[in-house]
């Protein structure tokens, strides 16, 4: 099985920014499309963005179109979330997902990381 690894949550004052990074416990990284998500308190899981294994085509929530960037390196078994202009909505747990589809819904992720905490200061 594919095993996700998040890391770079932290906090943060409004307007800043933080990279997120996941990493798999494996070369079969190059088999998935992959895709992040966030869970704020009291709100259900939200799709963030996805990428394909390319690395070509790229997908976000429309909450984040803009601000967010998702990026992967193929050679370092790894995917990375740019966050810029980050806002107090953005606090949540942010989840790393793979998926042999793209990871877009709860359906089509096949392996989920275990989170990251993001928090953005007022």
């Known amino acids: 099985q594919v095993q996700l690894v998040e890391s770079g949550g932290g906090l943060v004052q409004a307007g800043g920014s933080l990279r997120l990074s996941c990493e798999t416990s494996g070369p079969t990284f190059s088999n998935y499309a992959m895709g992040w998500f966030r869970q704020a308190p009291g709100k259900e899981r939200e799709f963030v963005a996805a990428v394909r294994l390319s690395g070509w085509d790229k997908y976000y929530g429309g909450s984040v179109e803009g601000r967010f960037t998702i990026s992967r390196d193929n050679a370092k078994n790894a995917v990375y979330l740019q966050m810029n202009s980050l806002k107090p909505e953005d606090t949540a747990v942010y989840y790393c997902?793979?998926?042999?589809?793209?990871?877009?819904?709860?359906?089509?992720?096949?392996?989920w990381g275990q989170g990251t905490q993001v928090t953005v200061s007022s």
């Open positions: 997902a793979a998926g042999k589809t793209l990871p877009r819904t709860d359906a089509t992720v096949d392996y």
